[in-house]
């Protein structure tokens, strides 16, 4: 439902000579507006902040694919990602001292499902590995319980309850930390095979 017109708007701005890495620089600019928003209380525009910041992230996704896709721009996009995802809980723990130890095991727990994701795609991408499961990619995307979607549904929740977002932080980290189990059993059973000819 949603490729069909972000791929539009996507060529459209393709036309206009605008990379798809620099839409992807634009589009950290809410995220990290965001984490303001959430260090000063005002949740309600880090909603919409954050949001925005996700709308910019699959545009440049839909003009890589105008323009064609770049080994840059596939490394450039999860690293804003992640500076996003990492941003946000952050803000959460400064704001409020309750808030710390849930917001920094919330980060851990990101960090240990980014380097599962990224070794699983290197490893995959030496052995000629390839997979579509999630569209065409710059890199080998290995399925998890807690993805993309899900991590935005989790913050859209603690803008929304933020008085709640300890809970919502631990309950996430777990479902991230059981991911990373996920994702490695995967790997043990996929590598143990023979690297495709």
């Known amino acids: ?27 950290l600019l809410p995220g990290l507006g965001a984490a303001v928003a959430i260090f000063h209380g005002q949740h309600g525009l880090a909603l919409a902040l954050i949001l925005l910041n996700r709308l910019a992230d699959g545009l440049d996704g839909a003009v890589a694919r105008a323009n064609g896709p770049s080994d840059f721009g596939g490394y450039l996009d999860i690293v804003s990602d992640f500076v996003v995802y ?37 490893i995959a991408a030496r052995r000629g590995e390839e997979t579509t499961a999630h569209g065409r990619k710059s890199f080998f995307y290995s399925t998890g319980l807690a993805e993309g979607t899900e991590t935005i549904a989790c913050f859209i929740a603690m803008c929304l309850w933020p008085q709640q977002f300890a809970t919502i932080a631990l309950v996430y980290a777990g479902l991230c930390a059981l991911t990373v189990v996920q994702r490695s059993l995967m790997a043990r059973q996929q590598f143990r095979r023979p690297p495709q000819a």
């Open 1 to 27: 439902m949603i490729d069909p017109p972000l791929n539009a708007v996507g060529r459209a701005v393709a036309r206009t000579g605008i990379s798809a890495n620099a839409v992807t620089l634009l589009a």
């Open 86 to 122: 990492t941003a946000v809980p952050l803000a959460f723990g400064l704001a409020a001292p309750a808030n710390l130890v849930p917001a920094l095991l919330l980060v851990a727990s990101f960090t240990l499902t980014g380097v599962s994701f990224l070794a699983f795609a290197a």
